[in-house]
């Protein structure tokens, strides 16, 4: 056999043999490979091999995964001490999916969506502009235990109602879309919200954005699906079932009613944002019924929410 042949047929054979096996390459360089990925499928290669495993809980992975800002941000937080005990990078990334933190002297919460590592905000009551809120007669700071802020917001009777919550773009994921939610729940006697719609809206201010109606009455929603029949009484304009028809097959919510969420809340979308790349200027997030005059009460605010929307 010639020996160039040879020599070519020994590299093929070596290339066969070893730069086929992923064991021949560096931790670090598979390190490196997983830190490009996502934190989902980073967890997912994981399960190659034990090479991948340890190069899967390597810091230089979560790192990556972690927002840029992340020390800045958890530096604010109560629990801060807590967080830089954690011994990896990928268990603060976890920590922070889990479980809501509270930064900004108790103002806002902060967490991460687990599959992507995106950015997730809640503004207290306290962070909103609530007109007439420091107004006891119209509406009172209770304490809740089902609520992760300290105080929540109240409302007792009001026929101007307007809330708005204000948001640096900059503080939020980029190339993201994002959503905005009111986060409440209806107290026992809740009156005036049943059929009177109210006007929510998300967009940067100074610049337009869409308004839609929404409801924040829970059983609304009820009410359209079955078509049940309401008598006005009483001093607020309240109502009361006095009968029903035949159901009818329930149709899409389409987000105008509320939906109940896994923490005891209900929550209702204002919106939709999508925050580019290098966005810069406020987001602000609105819910007012201003325009029929009528009292209304007997909710409690505990914030709203913004996310990144899925699928």
């Known amino acids: 056999m010639p020996p160039q042949k040879h020599a070519s047929q020994t590299a093929r054979k070596s290339l066969g043999e070893e730069g086929m096996s992923l064991n021949v390459l560096p931790e670090g360089c598979i390190a490196n490979v997983l830190a490009f990925t996502g934190p989902r499928d980073a967890c997912r290669l994981s399960i190659v091999s034990s090479l991948f495993k340890s190069a899967e809980e390597s810091d230089a992975v979560w790192e990556r995964f972690l927002p840029r800002d992340y020390q800045s941000i958890i530096f604010t937080s109560d629990s801060y001490v807590l967080l830089a005990s954690l011994s990896s990078k990928k268990q603060l990334y976890l920590r922070l999916c889990e479980k809501p933190i509270i930064i900004d002297d108790g103002k806002k919460s902060f967490s991460l969506v687990k599959k992507s590592g995106k950015k997730c905000y809640m503004l207290s009551a306290r962070d909103l502009m609530i007109v007439w809120g420091d107004t006891p007669t119209y509406w009172r700071w209770n304490s809740d235990s089902s609520s992760r802020f300290g105080e929540v917001a109240e409302l007792i009777g009001v026929c101007w109602l307007e809330i708005r919550g204000k948001i640096n773009a900059t503080m939020l994921s980029p190339a993201t879309l994002y959503a905005a939610y009111l986060v409440f729940k209806p107290k026992e006697g809740v009156y005036g919200l049943d059929y009177q719609p109210v006007e929510v809206g998300v967009g940067l201010v100074g610049s337009e954005n869409g308004k839609r109606n929404v409801y924040l009455d ?19 304009n309240r109502s009361r079932i006095v009968g029903m028809q035949e159901p009818v097959p329930a149709s899409e919510n389409n987000g105008q009613h509320p939906k109940e969420r896994g923490d005891g809340w209900l929550e209702i979308e204002l919106g939709e944002f999508f925050c580019k790349e290098g966005e810069d200027g406020e987001l602000e997030m609105s819910v007012q019924e201003v325009k029929s005059g009528d009292w209304k009460g007997g909710l409690t605010v505990e914030g709203i929410e913004i996310r990144p929307k899925e699928g």
Not at 220 to 230: K, S, T
């Open 218 to 236: 829970s059983q609304r929603g009820r009410a359209h699906r079955y078509h049940l029949v309401r008598r006005r009484i009483g001093l607020h």
